[in-house]
């Protein structure tokens, strides 16, 4: 596991979107998994001005970590609409190599099994990015006795669907359950990179870095079981930590 401990949140973007950029380098149908949420936002904004400046992507397929359920792919609380708004729709990927869950779907046990396949035709995932709630959930693989290996239909606790009321007119409206890959296909990533920013990160980080155990009471622990991991925080994030 690699610490990176970025100035500011700028240069956390600039660091991550320059390691995708060099996996996708290295392997122009490299196999990326995308997650969503506000801080990898300014990563695709650097992706996205990479493209500008050559970095071709057309070659890539892309998995996204999640999706609520129950939201269709037009809602402008969507996953899909996200990633489209904020990074497919500005670069040249292709859309047929553009895999995000289906919030909608009626046969969820199939659809998750059908999505598992899908990433192991495609070869696996190379590069998966990752974020982390503030209770250490990563995707929405959210703390509990037990944790589900695959991708599967998963409940949301109190606290992320508050934390999520933000991009919503109410709380009301915050769906209550998202599929999600799970922690095992997440795992099987041949290289993962984590991001975390700001003062609300700060506490969960430390939590995690300190305690170097792996338990589902911290989702996110079990990255230490993986030999591929960059970890990129900024200052605020990393403050409890150097302290």
Known sequence: MRIHILKNYEE???????????????KDDSVIGFATGSTPLGTYKELINMHKEGLDFSNITTFNLDEYYGLPASDVNSYHYFMYSNLFDHINVSKKKVHIPDGEVKDVDKFCKDYEGNIAKAGGIDLQILGIGKNGHIGFNEPDDNMDVPTHLTDLTEGTINANSRFFDSIDQVPKQAITMGLGTIMKSKRILLLASGEDKAEIIEKMLKAQVVTTNIPASFLFLHNNVDILVDEKAASLMER
């Open 12 to 26: 956390l973007s600039k660091k991550a979107a320059e390691i995708i950029k060099s996996q996708i380098v290295l």
